[in-house]
């Protein structure tokens, strides 16, 4: 399934939440526009929180401490998240237009906040020498279950090449995830393959995967497409790199030059 919400009045764009909408990605994830000088605050008392800047220039505080995020928009590859356990009060501070993701989902442990930045984000070029480069893509990780077995999330983003396709060679896996869309030029557009779905990927859509689902995506040429994957872990079963399960009749693919 593929849908795009419009913002609320407080310039929100909630893409799940937990126990309302599309409740099965077991996550809370939403969108925030910020005005100049607008200040705002994400606290909760059950669930651990990440929170990553897709363009603009904020001030983040928490415990005593601020940094500053700074990204001209999510194709420049330099993310700022910060990732803190429950009941950590966060304070957000635009000094431009900036535009901020924020990811929550319920875990009872606690952990010492951190604060990401790009020299710490592990980044990796996928397909180019396979398939003629019509797989080449480049994905980075904040977090996974290597550097956050405390969490019960993953967060990451992928840099799809124009014309090209990502999350290739077809797979799935039982933990649920969700992929949030934004392009460059902005009029650009895609295919979200979900099983036997196919939809139409545009700037501020969202991707929901569930168990079982392949999900392939390809951006039309002249447009590069950028989608932010987050992951939720199972109880018992969490999401690891090698967790992919690919479709039978495509698994050639993986040993093809």
């Known amino acids: 399934m593929l849908e795009k919400y419009g913002f609320n009045e407080n310039n929100e764009q909630f893409i799940c939440k937990m126990g309302e909408f599309h409740p099965d990605m077991l996550m809370t994830i939403w969108v925030k ?11 909760s ?17 928490w415990n005593g401490v601020t940094e500053n995020m700074k990204r001209k928009n999510p194709f420049e590859k330099k ?7 429950k009941g950590v009060k966060v304070s957000i501070t635009a000094n431009e237009e900036s535009e901020i993701l924020i990811q929550q989902t319920d875990n009872d442990k606690e952990f010492e906040p951190i604060f990401y930045k790009p020299e710490d984000c592990l980044y990796e070029h996928f397909g180019k020498g396979q398939w003629e480069g019509t797989g080449y893509r480049i994905c980075s990780t904040m977090f996974d279950y290597d ?45 979200c393959f979900n099983g036997d779905n196919v939809f139409k990927s545009t ?18 040429p002249g447009y590069e497409m950028y989608y ?25 693919l993986t040993k093809a030059d």
């Open 45 to 61: 008392e059950e669930n651990e929180t990440a929170i990553l800047i897709l363009s603009g220039n904020a001030d983040i505080s």
């Open 147 to 191: 550097n956050a077995p405390y969490s019960n999330m993953v967060m990451g983003e992928v840099f799809n090449q124009p014309g090209r396709w990502s999350s290739y060679p077809p797979h799935h896996h039982p933990q649920p995830e969700v992929y949030y869309y934004k392009f460059d030029p902005q009029q650009g557009f895609g295919a």
């Open 33 to 43: 526009r910020f005005e100049k000088g607008e200040t705002y605050e994400v606290i």
């Open 203 to 220: 700037d501020g859509a969202s991707c929901y995967i569930t168990d079982g689902f392949d999900h392939q995506q390809v951006t039309a």
């Open 79 to 85: 993310p700022y998240c910060l990732h803190v356990c």
């Open 228 to 252: 932010v994957w987050m992951i939720r872990h199972l109880d018992g079963d969490p999401w690891y790199k090698t967790t992919r399960f690919y479709a039978k009749e495509h698994e050639w």
